[in-house]
């Protein structure tokens, strides 16, 4: 399913700005290993920036949990990528608070979890939005091109039309739900 303009920009915006500001720290704090007062400050500043971008994108990530990712499941359309990130965002997320909140003997083992998943995302959340426009992912099992899903309203329109053929008994508020929907199209 396409995202909105808006939901769009928010999604690859607060990813960007994560995925640069993690980067940035990185070069600047473990590989530059930033000890003059300039550069430390500088790094602490992406660090922050990191933290408070990664909390927006977690918000817009959550705001495709009622549609997007839903609708990708139940269509299994982009599965493979949308899993993977949506697995790296939790991995990153508990890393984090690992880093944050848990004791030295679990931080350097999360640090480079959290490194490792962070660079991983950097690739997954392109790949994904990348195969989702091209339609490239299989609908089911298999490595093959599928044909684009319906959209939402050609869904509803089905449902629509279908229901109004068949005389089902069902109640016109409910006759188009998920479960409804998949018997109008199977049937």
Same mark, same amino acid.
């Given at each position: 399913? $396409?995202?909105?303009?808006?939901?769009?920009?928010?999604?690859?915006?607060?990813?960007?700005?994560?995925?640069?500001?993690?980067?940035?720290?990185?070069? *600047?704090?473990?590989?530059?290993?930033?000890?003059?007062? !300039?550069?430390?400050?500088?790094?602490?500043?992406?660090?922050?920036?990191?933290?408070?971008?990664?909390?927006?994108?977690?918000?817009?990530?959550?705001?495709?949990?009622?549609?997007?990712?839903?609708?990708?499941?139940?269509? $299994? $359309?982009?599965?493979?990528?949308?899993?993977?990130?949506?697995?790296?965002?939790?991995?990153?997320?508990?890393?984090?608070?690992? *880093?944050?909140?848990?004791? !030295?003997?679990?931080?350097?083992?999360?640090?480079?979890?959290?490194?490792?998943?962070?660079?991983?995302? *950097?690739?997954?959340?392109?790949?994904?939005?990348?195969?989702?426009?091209?339609?490239?992912?299989?609908?089911?099992?298999?490595?093959?091109?599928?044909?684009?899903?319906?959209?939402?309203?050609?869904?509803?329109?089905?449902?629509?039309?279908?229901?109004?053929?068949?005389?089902?008994?069902?109640?016109? $508020?409910?006759?188009?739900?998920?479960?409804?929907?998949?018997?109008?199209?199977?049937?």
């Amino acid at each position: 399913m $396409r995202l909105g303009f808006w939901q769009k920009f928010a999604i690859f915006s607060t990813a960007a700005a994560v995925g640069l500001s993690g980067l940035l720290w990185f070069v *600047l704090h473990d590989v530059m290993s930033a000890e003059q007062d !300039e550069m430390a400050d500088i790094a602490h500043m992406l660090l922050v920036l990191h933290g408070a971008s990664s909390y927006a994108l977690l918000v817009a990530v959550g705001s495709l949990l009622p549609v997007h990712i839903r609708s990708g499941w139940q269509r $299994r $359309r982009n599965l493979t990528t949308g899993l993977a990130v949506t697995g790296a965002i939790a991995i990153l997320g508990a890393t984090a608070l690992v *880093l944050y909140y848990g004791g !030295e003997e679990i931080h350097a083992p999360a640090k480079w979890l959290h490194l490792i998943f962070g660079f991983a995302c *950097l690739a997954l959340f392109p790949a994904h939005a990348f195969l989702g426009e091209k339609g490239l992912t299989p609908a089911g099992a298999g490595n093959g091109a599928s044909a684009p899903a319906p959209s939402l309203t050609q869904d509803s329109q089905l449902c629509e039309t279908v229901f109004e053929k068949k005389s089902l008994g069902v109640d016109p $508020r409910d006759r188009c739900s998920n479960h409804n929907l998949a018997e109008a199209r199977d049937g």
